[in-house]
Nanobody, 112 residues
Framework: QVQLVESGGGLVQAGGSLRLSCTVSGFAISRDGMSWYRQAPGKERELVAVINTFGHSTYYADSVKGRFTISRDNAKNTMYLQMNSLKPEDTAMYYC?????WGQGTQVTVSS
Protein backbone atom coordinates (compact mmCIF):
# COMPACT_ATOMS: atom_id res chain seq x y z
CA GLN A 1 0.00 0.00 0.00
CA VAL A 2 1.40 3.35 -1.05
CA GLN A 3 1.43 6.13 1.53
CA LEU A 4 2.83 9.63 1.48
CA VAL A 5 2.96 11.29 4.88
CA GLU A 6 3.78 14.96 5.22
CA SER A 7 4.89 16.49 8.51
CA GLY A 8 6.54 19.60 9.87
CA GLY A 9 3.83 22.16 9.29
CA GLY A 10 2.68 24.58 11.95
CA LEU A 11 2.16 28.18 12.96
CA VAL A 12 5.12 30.53 12.58
CA GLN A 13 5.65 34.26 12.57
CA ALA A 14 6.61 36.08 9.40
CA GLY A 15 10.33 35.75 8.82
CA GLY A 16 10.47 32.39 10.51
CA SER A 17 11.34 28.97 9.15
CA LEU A 18 9.81 25.53 8.89
CA ARG A 19 11.04 22.26 7.47
CA LEU A 20 8.50 19.96 5.86
CA SER A 21 9.08 16.26 5.36
CA CYS A 22 7.36 13.78 3.07
CA THR A 23 8.00 10.13 3.83
CA VAL A 24 6.92 7.57 1.26
CA SER A 25 6.08 3.95 1.93
CA GLY A 26 5.07 1.25 -0.52
CA PHE A 27 7.81 1.78 -3.07
CA ALA A 28 11.34 3.17 -3.31
CA ILE A 29 11.49 6.76 -4.52
CA SER A 30 15.02 6.54 -5.89
CA ARG A 31 13.88 6.52 -9.53
CA ASP A 32 11.20 9.20 -9.27
CA GLY A 33 11.03 12.92 -9.47
CA MET A 34 9.07 14.45 -6.60
CA SER A 35 7.14 17.65 -6.05
CA TRP A 36 5.72 19.95 -3.41
CA TYR A 37 2.45 21.75 -4.03
CA ARG A 38 0.40 24.09 -1.91
CA GLN A 39 -3.19 25.25 -1.82
CA ALA A 40 -4.42 28.30 0.01
CA PRO A 41 -8.11 28.73 0.90
CA GLY A 42 -10.10 29.78 -2.14
CA LYS A 43 -7.18 29.31 -4.49
CA GLU A 44 -6.07 26.64 -6.91
CA ARG A 45 -3.34 24.19 -6.00
CA GLU A 46 0.01 25.50 -7.20
CA LEU A 47 3.35 23.87 -7.84
CA VAL A 48 5.97 25.03 -5.35
CA ALA A 49 9.09 22.97 -6.07
CA VAL A 50 10.31 19.92 -7.97
CA ILE A 51 13.37 17.74 -7.50
CA ASN A 52 14.70 15.14 -9.90
CA THR A 53 15.77 11.61 -9.12
CA PHE A 54 19.12 12.27 -7.48
CA GLY A 55 18.51 15.86 -6.49
CA HIS A 56 20.82 17.33 -9.12
CA SER A 57 18.05 19.36 -10.72
CA THR A 58 15.42 21.46 -8.99
CA TYR A 59 12.67 23.88 -9.94
CA TYR A 60 11.05 26.56 -7.83
CA ALA A 61 8.04 28.76 -8.32
CA ASP A 62 9.06 32.41 -8.59
CA SER A 63 7.16 33.18 -5.41
CA VAL A 64 9.45 30.95 -3.30
CA LYS A 65 12.73 31.14 -5.19
CA GLY A 66 15.61 32.06 -2.90
CA ARG A 67 13.60 31.26 0.25
CA PHE A 68 12.66 27.58 -0.10
CA THR A 69 14.97 24.63 -0.68
CA ILE A 70 13.81 21.20 -1.83
CA SER A 71 15.94 18.16 -1.07
CA ARG A 72 15.67 14.41 -0.72
CA ASP A 73 17.20 11.47 1.06
CA ASN A 74 16.59 8.38 -1.04
CA ALA A 75 17.96 6.13 1.70
CA LYS A 76 15.20 7.38 4.00
CA ASN A 77 12.60 7.49 1.20
CA THR A 78 11.94 11.05 2.23
CA MET A 79 11.73 14.46 0.59
CA TYR A 80 12.09 17.78 2.38
CA LEU A 81 11.14 21.41 1.91
CA GLN A 82 13.14 23.91 3.93
CA MET A 83 11.17 27.14 4.09
CA ASN A 84 12.93 30.28 5.27
CA SER A 85 11.88 33.93 5.44
CA LEU A 86 8.25 32.85 5.51
CA LYS A 87 5.58 35.34 4.54
CA PRO A 88 1.87 35.43 5.36
CA GLU A 89 1.16 34.65 1.70
CA ASP A 90 2.93 31.30 2.17
CA THR A 91 0.00 30.20 4.35
CA ALA A 92 -1.49 27.11 2.75
CA MET A 93 -1.87 23.37 2.95
CA TYR A 94 1.30 21.82 1.59
CA TYR A 95 1.21 18.52 -0.27
CA CYS A 96 3.88 16.21 -1.62
CA UNK A 97 3.41 14.21 -4.78
CA UNK A 98 5.19 11.38 -6.55
CA UNK A 99 3.95 9.07 -9.32
CA UNK A 100 0.52 10.73 -9.17
CA UNK A 101 0.22 9.77 -5.51
CA TRP A 102 -0.54 12.51 -2.99
CA GLY A 103 -0.13 12.94 0.72
CA GLN A 104 -2.83 14.23 3.03
CA GLY A 105 -1.14 17.59 3.42
CA THR A 106 0.38 19.56 6.27
CA GLN A 107 -0.87 23.02 7.21
CA VAL A 108 1.50 25.96 7.23
CA THR A 109 0.24 29.19 8.76
CA VAL A 110 2.37 32.32 8.79
CA SER A 111 1.23 35.18 10.99
CA SER A 112 2.10 38.79 10.27
Amino acid sequence: QVQLVESGGGLVQAGGSLRLSCTVSGFAISRDGMSWYRQAPGKERELVAVINTFGHSTYYADSVKGRFTISRDNAKNTMYLQMNSLKPEDTAMYYCSVRNYWGQGTQVTVSS
